[in-house]
């Protein structure tokens, strides 16, 4: 199983950027579709981003397109979400998941509900 640890999540100003990493364990994690989901407080959980087995494709939420961008190094086992031009609205705990499936596209990671590990979670606040 494929254990995940999220880091760089802060405190940062509107329009402002940080980049956040998720750090797997697991001689398989290349096998993966990986994802960004993000939770704010009393909200559902929201589907960030994803990316395929080879980084080629990726996917985005409607709310961080051309403003995020994922990206993955199967030789450090990391995947990267780096955030540009932060809003308030994008202050949540981010997550990273991997699907139980190996199938699982990064086209069909928004929809999926079956995961077979998350991270712990990186809080991401912005200020106004």
């Known amino acids: 199983q494929v254990q995940l640890v999220e880091s760089g999540g802060g405190l940062v100003q509107a329009g402002g950027s940080l980049r956040l990493s998720c750090a797997a364990s697991?001689?398989?994690?290349?096998?993966?579709?990986v994802g960004w989901f993000r939770q704010a407080p009393g909200k559902e959980r929201e589907f960030v981003a994803a990316?395929?087995?080879?980084?080629?494709?990726?996917t985005y939420g409607d709310s961080v397109k051309g403003r995020f961008t994922i990206s993955r190094d199967n030789a450090k086992n990391t995947v990267y979400l780096q955030m540009n031009s932060l809003k308030p609205e994008d202050t949540a705990v981010y997550y990273c998941?991997?699907?139980?499936?190996?199938?699982?596209?990064?086209?069909?990671?928004?929809?999926?509900?079956?995961?077979?590990?998350w991270g712990q979670g990186t809080q991401v606040t912005v200020s106004s």
């Open positions: 990316i395929s087995l080879s980084g080629i494709v990726t």
């Open positions: 998941a991997v699907p139980s499936s190996t199938l699982t596209t990064a086209r069909s990671m928004s929809g999926t509900s079956d995961f077979g590990s």
């Open positions: 697991g001689r398989t994690f290349s096998s993966y579709t």
